[in-house]
Every structure is written in C-alpha cells, then in structure tokens.
C-alpha cells in the first residue's frame, strides 16, 4: 500500500535558522512525491515537486527537498526561515494508476518565532 | 495568476439538508478534483472528473455525494443528506493534466453541519 508519513506534527525554529520537515513515504512504485505549505485561509499551494529527475529539487520561497530512495525519504528544508514560512505544511504522494490521486501525509504545523 | 475560486467559503446546515459546493476551475484545465479534510485529519480524495464523467471515486464518496459540471465553467460537489461527519474543509483542485500535471488547490470551504 501507499503512504506518506510525516514524522513531526508540530516544529517550532527562530527566525533565521534552518528548517527541517521530515517525510517518509512507502510506494512498491517509483514515486512521485510533492510538498504542498497552506498559510491559514488560503488554498494548498505547490512547493515543488520530485518526478524522477534530479533527486534535489528546489521549490519557491527558498525551500528544497532531497529524494533518497534508500531511506524513503523526502525531507523539507530551508537554510534560513522567515516569518513568512509559519503555515502548515502537507508531503504527497502521487498514487499510481492515474487519475492524480494525491495521497497526502497528516500535514506539519511550523511556527517561526522572532 | 490565474487561482481555483471555491463558495461558499463557511456553510452551516442541519442534518440532512442538501449542500451544494461550488467551485470554479482554471480556465484550461481539463481535470477536476474533489478532497476533504475533517479536523484533525488527513486531506483525502474524494473524487476526479474528465470529460463529464467520473474518472475516479474514493470509498467515502457514496450515493450521497455527486459532482457536476452544469455549464462549463462551475464544478460543483452536492452531498444530498448531510451528515454530522459530512463536517469538514472541501477542497477543489483541477489540473492541465491527468497524471503529470500539478494540482492547483481552492482556498476550501468548510461545512458544518448540525
């Protein structure tokens, strides 16, 4: 079966450290894997997206993510966070047999303090 | 930039009145989507749609639930008989494709029901 595990639900960083969002994924498939941030009341908006390219891929607003197939893993990370970045923050997983169904993790809550 | 626009933004109903959920796709898109989210929860699939039909159905879209596109620009999601647990954010997506294409997200709208 196909899954996506986010493994903090909440992670709270002061404004200019990095930031860390830790995803696993579980897919026999090879995957196509997604972050999307939602900023309270507003729509899921698309950070980037892995799609079987470069396995480092970098996305608006200065984040990235590394695709490690050994580990599962596709881990968030901006070296600097900003205010602006407190949001909540979903990894996907695309389900395969078309139709893009989008298999979303619990979602990770990051707060920002001064 | 063009953006999925979804209303109404907060509906309250009582139990087993019917709702009606619109949205209103980018223009160019071909695919629409349907995803909720009770509180607390996951976001889950609810349903794609191509071509006026349905391409794919999740387990919890039953008889109660139907999609519609009546005029070629509205896509409406109508839940006939509410439910308490029919409470939760719904959210509208389409995309230019059906399984390669990013998924562009309504800001939602919340139901809840009494």
New interface residues.
């Given amino acids: 079966a196909q899954s996506v595990t986010q493994l903090d639900s909440h992670v709270s960083v002061s404004e200019g450290t990095p930031v860390l969002l830790r995803c696993n994924y579980s897919s026999s498939y090879s995957p196509?894997l997604f972050w999307?941030v939602q900023h309270p009341?507003?729509?899921?908006?698309?950070l980037l997206?892995y799609?079987s390219a470069a396995t480092l891929v970098k996305g608006i607003n200065g984040f990235e993510a590394e695709f490690k197939k050994s580990e599962t893993s596709f881990h968030l990370t901006k070296p600097s966070a900003h205010m602006s970045d407190a949001a909540e923050y979903?990894c996907v997983l695309?389900?395969s047999?078309?139709?893009?169904?989008?298999?979303?993790?619990?979602?990770t809550r990051l707060a920002v303090h001064p | 930039e063009p953006e999925v626009t979804q209303t109404p933004s907060h509906q309250v109903t009582q139990m087993g009145q019917e709702v009606i959920l619109r949205c209103v796709p980018i223009s160019n898109h071909l695919y629409f989507y349907w995803y909720r989210q009770i509180l607390g929860q996951k976001v889950e699939f609810l349903v794609s749609f191509y071509n006026n039909e349905i391409s794919e159905k999740s387990e919890i879209f039953d008889d109660q639930f139907s999609v519609e596109r009546p005029d070629g620009s509205n896509f409406t999601l109508k839940i006939r008989s509410t439910k308490l647990e029919d409470s939760a954010m719904y959210f509208c997506a389409s995309s230019e494709q059906s399984n390669t294409g990013e998924l562009f997200f309504g800001e939602g709208s919340r139901l809840t029901v009494l």
């Avoid at chain 1, 078309?98 to 979602?107: E, M, Q, R, V």
């Fill in positions: 196509s999307y009341n507003k729509g899921l908006q698309l997206k799609t979903f695309r389900a047999g078309g139709y893009n169904k989008l298999i979303f993790g619990a979602g």
